[in-house]
């Protein structure tokens, strides 16, 4: 008397059927996820947004300083002094200073460096102004002094750098997922790779697909990356970012 069970014509049926329903299940459970992700990044900002509000009650409606600790700007860049006083209004709970959709590349990326302070995970804008630089693109913006101008302050890392010591891009939102390339200058490999571009190539380039930008009205509105403008992102032109 034969068992009853599956002929290996069957099984091969059953292998290749789950294998086609699988591909097509993968890009709509990928875009969920992504979507899911820049849902948070916004909801990050907006406690962001409410800890800068905050900071101004108690201090003229200024905001915090946007530069580093050599006085200089760079936007995802925060000078120790001025992380310690947006961290005291967070109850030191610093995840909300961090996209957690974009991967973090070691070494200063998410840390510390004594010289130049602490990199965060969004461009911080709050800079009365940032004139075009001939290293950069030929447009210069004017970032709000105050809480009380309605103006963008914070946006989603899409932030590339070529500058002397490395070579950075982010995209924190792309069709895979985040992406974060870096390699010393003059290098063609990345310490981090999750994209075929180079380091230093455009969050464009890389496969960025838009981001978060929040106001100080509280706004926090997504933008895909083709709105989005290129500006300088650095005081000295090495960087560049889209917001």
């Known amino acids: ?22 591909a097509l299940l993968f890009p709509a459970l990928s875009a969920a996820k992504e979507k899911s992700r820049r849902s948070v990044c916004g909801d990050n900002e907006h406690q962001f947004l409410l800890v800068l509000t ?16 050599q006085g200089d700007y760079h936007s995802i860049v925060l000078s120790s002094l001025t992380f310690s006083n947006i961290l005291d209004y967070t109850y030191n709970e610093s995840n909300i200073l961090y996209c957690p959709n974009l991967l973090q590349a070691v070494g200063p990326m998410g840390g510390y460096n004594p010289k130049i302070g602490y990199t965060i995970g969004y461009s911080y804008l709050a800079v009365e102004d ?17 809480t009380t101008q309605p103006k963008e302050v914070i946006a989603d890392a899409n932030y590339w750098s070529r500058n002397s010591d490395q070579s950075l891009t982010l995209a ?23 994209s075929c571009m180079s380091p230093g ?16 009205d509280m706004s926090v509105i997504w933008r895909p990356i083709r709105s989005l403008t290129q500006y300088p992102a650095s005081q ?4 560049n970012g889209n917001w």
Not at 1 to 22: D, N, R, Y
Not at 131 to 141: A, F, M, R, T
Not at 172 to 194: C, D, E, M, N, R
Not at 236 to 239: I, L, N, R
């Open 54 to 69: 905050m900071y101004g009650a108690d201090n003229n409606e200024l905001l915090p300083a946007a530069t580093d600790n």
């Open 172 to 194: 924190p939102h792309t069709s895979g997922g985040s992406v974060a390339l870096k390699a010393a200058a003059g290098s063609s490999s990345a310490s981090f790779v999750s």
């Open 130 to 146: 940032l004139p075009p630089s001939p290293k950069g693109p030929g447009i210069g913006w004017s970032g709000p002094l105050k």
């Open 201 to 216: 190539s455009s969050s464009a380039a890389a496969g960025g697909m838009g981001g978060n930008i929040g106001s100080l």
């Open 1 to 22: 008397m034969s068992s009853a069970g599956f002929t290996l014509l069957e099984l091969l049926a059953v292998i290749f059927i789950s294998g086609v329903l699988m």
């Open 236 to 239: 000295d032109g090495t960087a």
